[in-house]
C-alpha cells in the first residue's frame, strides 16, 4: 500500500516535470531534425541522426553570430556594473552613517513602483537627444549604475551580518574600502551571486528597450533578432527554434551549473523582503 | 589586511580603552565641534560609495518620470517642435477606444495568469514540503521555466500550438479531436499567451511558497491531526492562513509583471489576432514608435502607472483586513 502511494507520487511528479521540462526538449528534437522530417514526423519523435544544418544555417545568416556577440558584452557590462555599484551604494546604505541616507533610500525604494514602460519613451528621446541611439551605451546605460531593487536585496543581507566584524575592523583603521572589499565581498558572497544571476538573466532576456533603441543590425541583440527571424521564417520552425535555442543553451548550462545558488537565491529574495 | 583574527571581543575590549584614553585628552575638544564637521566627514566619506548608483536612479528613473509626466501634456512625434497641448491627450484618452479595450484585455490577461499561476505555484509547493528522497532534483525541473528568454520560449510555444504542425494538435488529433488554430482564433489566443507566463513562473513561485511552508513550526500540524483534523483541513486551517505574507508578496509582485506583459505578446500574436491580445503594454508600444504619438503614449503609460499603483494598493488593503497570526 505505502509503495504504491509512493510510485504514484513520483508518477505524478514525473509527469508535471514532463510539463515543464517538455517544452526544452522538444525545441530540441525540431532543432535537430531536417525540414523535411520536422514536417512528417510527430513532433515529439527523435530525430534520426543529429542533424545540425538548422544550428549552421542560423548561426551563418547575416549577423546573427553578431547579435549573439552584441548580447553578450551588453550582458557582461551591465552585470559587471550594476552589481559592482550595486554592493558599493548597498554598503553605504547598510553600514554607512550620513545625512540624508534614510530618506535617499526611500527615494530608491519608491522607484521601485515605477513601470519599466513609464520610462521607456522618456529615455528613448533622452538617447535621441545625446545622440546615443543605435550604441551599445545605449542599450545598458540605464540599468549598469545599478538597480534600486538589487542595491535593496543587498542592503537587507549586509544589515543583517555582524556588527562586531566591523567595529573591530575600524578599530584597527582598516578603511571603508578594506572593510568592504575584504570583509563585506567575501562574507555576502550568497547575496552577490543572487545580485549577478539576477543582473545576467536580465540583460541576457531583456527585449523591449534594445528593440526600441536599436534600428540598424549593427547593434541588434540576440532577443530583437530571433523576433525578428520568427516574423520572417515564419513556417520554417527548425530554423527558428534554433535560433532560440541558441539564446536558451547559456541560460541551461549556468541554470545547470548553479541549480542550488538559483533556488537558494530566489528564496532569499523572498525572505529577506 | 587589516588582523582582524583572534579573539574578537578582546580585541574589542582593547579598543574601547584605547578610545578611553584617547577622549581624556584632546577628544573632549572635539565633542564640542560643531557637528555639522563630522556630517560633512562622513557625507564625504560616503559620497563615492553612492554617486555611481544616484547618478542612475536620478538620469535613469527620476528624471525620466518627470520628462513623461511633461510630455503627457505635449503632442509630438520626436521629429517637428512639441506642440502644447494641456489635458487634451488624457482626454483623448478617455474617449479613445482602443485604450479601454487594452486595458480590458490587460485585465482578462491578469486574469488568465494570476489566480492559475498561484494555484499551480500552491499544490507544487504542497507536492514537494515533505521529506522524501529526489525531490531537490524535481524542485529544480519545476524552476527550469524561470531561467528561460521569454522571447525565445514564445517562439518554442507558438510552434507547439501552431495550428498545423503544432504538438498539441498532434496530441489532440490522437484522441480524435480536431484542434482550433490556438494563436490565430480571437478565443483562444489570450489564454495561450497566459499560459507561457504560467508555465514560465509558477516553479519560481512555488519556491517562495516552500519557504514560507518551512517556516510554520511542525508542532501546529501534529497538535491539529490529534485534534482529529485530516490533510485538507490542515492546509486551509493552519498553512494558508500562515501563507498570508508569502501569498501578499507573490500576487503583489506577480500582478505588477503582469500588467506590464510585452515580450510573449510581441512573438506570439503582435497583438492580435485582431485586437485580442492587444495588451495596454503593446498600445503604448504600438503608440509611441509606430504611430510616434508620443504625448499619447506618455498619457497611457501614467495610467497604467496609476491602475497598477491602485491594485497594488487594494491588495495591501485586502491582506490588511484579513487576521494574521503571529507564530514565534
Known amino acids: 500500500m505505502r509503495t504504491l502511494r509512493y510510485t504514484v507520487f513520483y508518477i505524478c511528479l514525473t509527469l508535471i516535470a514532463v510539463v515543464f521540462a517538455g517544452p526544452y526538449v522538444l525545441a530540441f528534437f525540431g532543432a535537430l531534425k531536417p525540414p523535411a522530417d520536422l514536417y512528417s514526423s510527430s513532433p515529439w519523435t527523435l530525430p534520426h541522426s543529429f542533424y545540425t544544418g538548422n544550428f549552421r544555417t542560423i548561426l551563418f545568416s547575416d549577423g546573427f553570430i553578431r547579435y549573439l556577440g552584441n548580447t553578450a558584452l551588453v550582458t557582461a557590462v551591465l552585470t559587471v556594473g550594476q552589481v559592482s555599484f550595486g554592493v558599493l551604494a548597498a554598503y553605504a546604505f547598510a553600514r554607512l552613517e550620513f545625512p540624508g541616507r534614510d530618506a535617499l533610500f526611500s527615494v530608491y525604494l519608491a522607484t521601485l513602483m515605477v513601470p519599466n514602460i513609464v520610462t521607456i519613451v522618456p529615455l528613448y528621446t533622452m538617447m535621441r537627444q545625446f545622440h546615443l541611439t543605435n550604441t551599445y551605451w545605449a542599450i545598458f546605460l540605464p540599468y549598469v549604475l545599478g538597480t534600486p531593487y538589487t542595491i535593496f536585496l543587498m542592503r537587507q543581507y549586509f544589515m543583517s551580518l555582524p556588527s562586531e566584524v566591523f567595529a573591530a575592523a575600524r578599530v584597527d583603521g582598516a578603511s571603508e574600502w578594506r572593510i568592504l572589499t575584504r570583509l563585506v565581498i567575501p562574507m555576502g558572497r550568497p547575496i552577490i551571486i543572487t545580485a549577478t544571476l539576477i543582473a545576467f538573466v536580465f540583460g541576457w532576456n531583456n527585449f523591449l528597450w534594445p528593440l526600441i533603441v536599436t534600428d540598424s543590425n549593427s547593434r541588434q541583440v540576440l532577443t530583437v533578432s530571433i523576433a525578428a527571424l520568427q516574423s520572417s521564417f515564419s513556417e520554417q520552425w527548425n530554423l527558428v527554434l534554433a535560433a532560440s535555442l541558441v539564446a536558451l543553451i547559456p541560460l541551461l548550462v549556468v541554470f545547470a551549473l548553479f541549480q542550488k545558488q538559483i533556488v537558494r537565491s530566489i528564496q532569499l529574495s523572498g525572505v529577506n523582503r | ?328
Open chain 2, 1 to 328: 589586511m587589516t588582523r582582524i583574527a583572534g579573539p574578537r571581543e578582546a580585541r574589542a575590549d582593547e579598543a574601547g580603552r584605547a578610545r578611553g584614553l584617547r577622549e581624556g585628552g584632546p577628544a573632549r575638544r572635539a565633542e564640542r565641534r560643531p557637528g555639522w564637521r563630522r556630517r560633512i566627514r562622513s557625507l564625504a566619506a560616503a559620497t563615492p560609495f553612492i554617486l555611481p548608483s544616484l547618478a542612475g536612479v536620478l538620469l535613469f528613473l527620476v528624471v525620466p518620470v518627470i520628462i513623461v509626466l511633461v510630455l503627457s501634456f505635449f503632442q509630438w512625434n520626436f521629429l517637428t517642435p512639441p506642440h502644447f497641448v494641456g489635458f487634451a491627450n488624457f482626454g483623448t484618452m478617455t474617449r479613445d477606444y482602443h485604450v479601454f479595450h487594452a486595458l480590458e484585455t490587460t485585465a482578462f490577461y491578469v486574469l488568465w495568469n494570476i489566480p492559475i499561476q498561484t494555484l499551480m505555484a500552491l499544490g507544487l509547493a504542497v507536492l514537494l514540503n515533505r521529506k522524501l528522497p529526489a525531490l531537490g532534483l524535481f524542485r529544480a525541473l519545476y524552476v527550469l521555466p524561470y531561467m528561460s528568454t521569454p522571447v525565445a520560449m514564445a517562439v518554442v510555444w507558438s510552434w507547439m500550438f501552431n495550428g498545423q504542425s503544432g504538438l498539441v494538435n498532434h496530441l489532440l488529433l490522437l484522441a480524435g479531436i480536431h484542434g482550433p488554430d490556438w494563436l490565430g482564433s480571437t478565443s483562444t489566443a489570450l489564454p495561450v499567451v497566459a499560459m507561457v507566463s504560467n508555465w514560465q513562473y509558477a516553479g519560481y513561485n512555488m519556491l517562495f511558497f516552500l519557504a514560507g511552508m518551512q517556516t510554520i513550526p511542525p508542532s501546529l500540524y501534529e497538535a491539529a491531526s490529534i485534534d482529529g483534523a485530516g490533510p485538507v483541513k490542515r492546509f486551509f486551517r493552519i498553512t494558508l492562513p500562515l501563507l498570508n505574507p508569502t501569498l501578499l508578496f507573490v500576487l503583489v509582485t506577480d500582478v505588477i509583471g503582469s500588467f506590464q506583459i510585452f515580450d510573449t505578446v510581441y512573438v506570439m500574436t503582435q497583438g492580435g489576432p485582431g485586437t485580442a491580445t492587444n495588451v495596454i503594454n503593446y498600445q503604448i508600444y504600438s503608440t509611441g514608435f509606430r504611430n510616434f504619438d508620443v504625448g499619447s503614449a506618455s498619457a497611457m503609460s501614467l495610467l497604467l502607472f496609476g491602475v497598477i499603483l491602485v491594485v497594488t494598493l487594494a491588495q495591501f488593503r485586502f491582506f490588511r483586513s484579513r487576521t494574521t497570526y503571529e507564530v514565534s
